[in-house]
């Protein structure tokens, strides 16, 4: 069974960093793309990012809104992949999911539960 | 970045409805269109991909539509279980976007 299980949120400042992580189990890690969304409350969807399978480069994309300041990354060896989160604002406070795809015909098929990030001093 | 566009925001539906919700996109898409249940407090659920295939596990009575700059999500016949915001993404390109969510209500 295809499991996804974020970690890494909790409570941190405006202007401090945080690292989440993404631990995926029950298939190949490396050999799929994997994506980042949030959510803020009581708010919509919004997808963050996503890096491609080391064979496709490992390349990574980004949405405007968090290019620069956020990155995505993954450790194959150890089926994780993390997303840094830089200069944190207030309105970053939200769950965050990651995904993971299917090949091209599936771009976000698979959910982790979601971790919470609260930006607030 | 490329504009989608669900409609209604709300729907009031009674079990056993036809229910239809609509996604535009502001450009062509092909049918790169995903269409995501989620209920307060879990993540999204894959529901559709391809704009008309749908994922395993999901009861037949989901159906998805559509190519270019139109689809649809079709409920034939709404059950209790299906109260709950439905969202379209597209992953034709980067950005990938998703529509602003339609929240289907009990009427």
């Known amino acids: 069974e295809v499991q996804l299980v974020e970690s890494g949120g909790g409570l941190e400042q405006p202007g401090r960093s945080l690292r989440l992580s993404c631990t995926g189990s029950g298939f190949t890690f490396g050999d799929y793309a994997v994506s980042w969304v949030r959510q803020a409350p009581g708010k919509g969807l919004e997808w963050l990012g996503f890096?491609?399978?080391?064979?496709?480069?490992?390349?990574?994309e980004y949405a405007a809104s968090v290019k620069g300041r956020f990155s995505i990354s993954r450790d194959d060896s150890n089926s994780i992949a993390y997303l840094q989160m830089n200069s944190l604002k207030m309105e970053d406070t939200a769950v965050y999911y990651c995904?993971?795809?299917?090949?091209?015909?599936?771009?976000?098929?698979?959910w982790g539960q979601g971790t919470l990030v609260t930006v607030s001093s | 970045d490329i504009q989608m566009t669900q409609s209604p925001s709300t729907l009031s539906a009674s079990v056993g409805d036809r229910v239809t919700i609509t996604c535009r996109a502001s450009q062509s898409i092909g049918t790169w269109l995903a269409w995501y249940q989620q209920k307060p407090g879990k993540a999204p659920k894959l529901l559709i991909y391809k704009a008309s295939d749908l994922e395993t596990g999901v009861p037949s009575r989901f159906s998805g539509s559509g190519s270019g700059t139109e689809f649809t999500l079709t409920i034939s016949s709404l059950q209790p279980d299906d109260f709950a915001t439905y969202y379209c993404?597209?992953?034709?390109?980067?950005?990938?976007?998703f529509g602003q969510g339609t929240k289907v209500e009990i009427k």
């Open positions: 993404q597209q992953y034709d390109s980067f950005s990938w976007t």
């Open positions: 890096i491609r399978i080391k064979r496709q480069g490992g390349t990574t």
């Open positions: 995904t993971r795809d299917r090949g091209r015909e599936c771009s976000q098929c698979y």
